[in-house]
């Protein structure tokens, strides 16, 4: 009998709690998220995940999808997708809390199956027993452990002992995203949380990892600082083919104001008060700064205090969050990109915004020497100073001067077209499992 692996109770006897709609479409009657095998009806690929046309199968398993997570839940969302584009079979796992989670970043892809596994709570801590059953269920079917990785993002949850512990019962390889979690601003963050994992049960997850996946050389030195030695693969997230769509440079009027964006999680990891800093300043003219972005922990109050301290609540305007089509619309509108962050094991928005073409200023704790290289945009130093030297030199620029930044800073984002990097995820897949030549960006040393 089928079982709602949500909240453990069989289909039949938990039929008059449940929704309406087909079976792949009723969602629990107890925790509100959908059960069996998706979410929404027919999200599940006809051919299954052990017909005869499956050469390579991926378990992703991650901590959350929600929007409210940033990078990392449109990132893996979109990876599965490019995966199955490419004719991998994708099951897609994600941690879930009902209690919170209001707009999951979900794949369009009917190939992709996904699977929210809602929390038990225990005080402050989450619990995900539906995640193992999941994982169970999936890895269980005939063929599937033969050709099936199972591939981990981020560290220090319940859900990724769930994910390591499935990978060594099955006997399939083990793949590890850190996600910018070794990165040492990370490592700082609520350090008891992070010394009680590792002594409970992420550093046996970190000293049996079959492949780790960095999105930069920076994130692959963090790896090996981190005291840790298996294979390492450097590929970078890509970038949505929606944004390479984007005119930003067709867009201004003579005379028309001009705008700096920040388009981020409002966190103090993002550096958002040091732009505040900076950009009263610098003091530009003819020039609004819009900040937006999800708000967490209230610290978007910080930031209004500092602008209405600063007196520049004329120049600065806050617009909440972007996403859809919405944010592309966002990125069309401006003419610079400003990321102030403090750690960054990518930076997903500096993608997006140079594939729009808009110029870029970020720091130099984010992987993006090339914006110099590539003559797109700034690297610059971490603090008000500097940033606040940039805005001056970005804002004083001819309009057409920095039309001519953008169009380079698009040339150089097509590198990251997710077409091109799903490809490389799935031949990194295959060499892991069968052997072979391995792949140029696939480190040992």
């Known amino acids: 009998m089928e079982r709602w692996t949500c909240c453990k109770t069989t289909a039949l006897d938990d039929a008059k709690r449940v929704s309406g709609g087909s079976p792949l479409g009723r969602r629990c009657g107890l925790c509100r998220f959908p059960a069996l095998n998706g979410v929404g009806e027919g999200n599940v690929n006809p051919a299954g995940p052990g017909s005869a046309s499956s050469q390579l199968y991926v378990v992703h398993t991650t901590g959350g999808l929600d929007a409210r997570y940033g990078g990392p839940s449109r990132s893996v969302t979109a990876l599965c997708t490019a995966l199955a584009v490419h004719g991998a079979e994708v099951d897609l796992i994600s941690a879930a809390n009902p209690r919170v989670d209001r707009s999951p970043v979900l794949p369009p892809s009917q190939s992709v199956r996904v699977h929210l596994e809602p929390a038990w709570h225990v005080g402050r801590l989450r619990y995900y027993p539906a995640y193992s059953t999941r994982l169970r269920a999936i890895l269980g079917q005939e063929g599937v452990d033969r050709s099936a990785v199972i591939h981990d993002h981020g560290l220090w949850g319940h859900f990724n002992w769930c994910a390591w512990r499935a990978s060594r019962t099955f006997g399939v390889p083990y793949v590890l995203s850190p996600r910018g979690m070794l990165e040492p601003w990370a490592l700082n963050a609520k350090r008891w ?29 963090s790896i090996r600082a981190f005291g840790l030695r298996g294979p390492v693969a450097i590929l970078p997230n890509g970038v949505d083919a929606e944004a390479f769509q984007v005119d930003a440079a067709a867009k201004r009027s003579e005379g028309a104001e001009r705008t700096a964006l920040f388009l981020s999680r409002i966190h103090p990891k993002k550096g958002l008060l040091d732009l505040v800093e900076a950009w009263a300043n610098a003091t530009p003219s003819g020039w609004r700064l819009v900040i937006a972005g999800s708000d967490e922990d209230g610290h978007m109050n910080v930031v209004m205090e500092t602008i209405r301290r600063r007196r520049i609540g004329d120049s600065v305007s806050y617009v909440g969050p972007m996403d859809g089509p919405a944010k592309w619309a966002l990125y069309g509108s401006v003419d610079l990109f400003v990321l102030p962050t403090y750690s960054e094991n990518f930076g997903m928005v500096v993608a997006e915004a140079l594939a729009c073409g808009v110029p870029v200023i970020t720091t130099k704790a984010a992987p993006w020497a090339d914006l110099v290289a590539r003559r797109c945009g700034w690297w610059v130093e971490v603090g008000v100073a500097p940033l606040a030297a940039a805005l001056r030199e970005a804002t004083s620029m001819d309009p057409a001067a920095l039309r001519v930044m953008g169009n380079r800073g698009r040339q150089f984002a097509r590198g990251f ?29």
């Not at 897949?429 to 792949?439: A, F, I, K, N, T």
């Open 417 to 445: 077209a997710w077409t091109s990097i799903a490809g490389k995820f799935a031949e990194t897949y295959r060499w892991l499992l069968r052997g072979g030549v391995q792949p140029d960006w696939v480190r040992l040393d």
């Open 193 to 221: 949380k992070k010394r009680l994992a590792m002594m409970l049960f992420q550093r046996r997850i970190l000293e049996t990892v079959d492949l780790y996946v960095a999105t930069a050389v920076s994130e692959y030195e």
